[in-house]
């Protein structure tokens, strides 16, 4: 049988990416041990890591500071991108309504890996 695992952030510095990932998502990080950690958000576990001498040579570079492949819902749109603003990460795309319902902005933690954060229009 073949279940979802998690999902992988790579980051600089975990001490960092925890100060910014634990209050902008209210989780708190369930285990902590470099250049590994991971939490738990809406029942996914999120594995954020740093490099590491056993990782491929290519491995921050495929990893950290990139787009990630998922977003983030949430009912204010603007509050969002102001808390994340407040914690280090960084507006990359203001606020764009689209033809289906949405809007959705890209956002970056400190480490430049970027999210789509997004809101069903009513």
């Known amino acids: 049988m073949l279940k979802f695992s998690s999902i992988l952030i790579g980051v600089k510095d975990l001490g960092r990416a925890r100060k910014f990932y634990e209050p902008f998502l209210g989780v708190t ?3 902590f041990r470099p250049p590994f950690a991971c939490f738990y958000f809406d ?7 740093e490099d590491a001498e056993y990782r491929s ?6 990893n950290i500071g990139v787009s990630k492949p998922f977003s983030f819902k949430t009912d204010n749109l603007k509050a969002l991108i102001e808390k994340a603003e407040s914690l280090g990460g960084v507006l990359v795309r203001d606020i764009q ?3 289906w319902g949405w809007k959705d902005a890209v956002i970056a933690d400190p480490d430049g ?10």
């Open 43 to 49: 029942g996914i576990e999120f594995d954020v890591e």
């Open 113 to 122: 890996n970027e999210f789509i954060v997004e809101e069903e229009m009513k």
């Open 57 to 62: 040579g290519d491995w921050a570079k495929i």
């Open 29 to 31: 990080f369930d285990e």
């Open 97 to 99: 309504e689209k033809s």
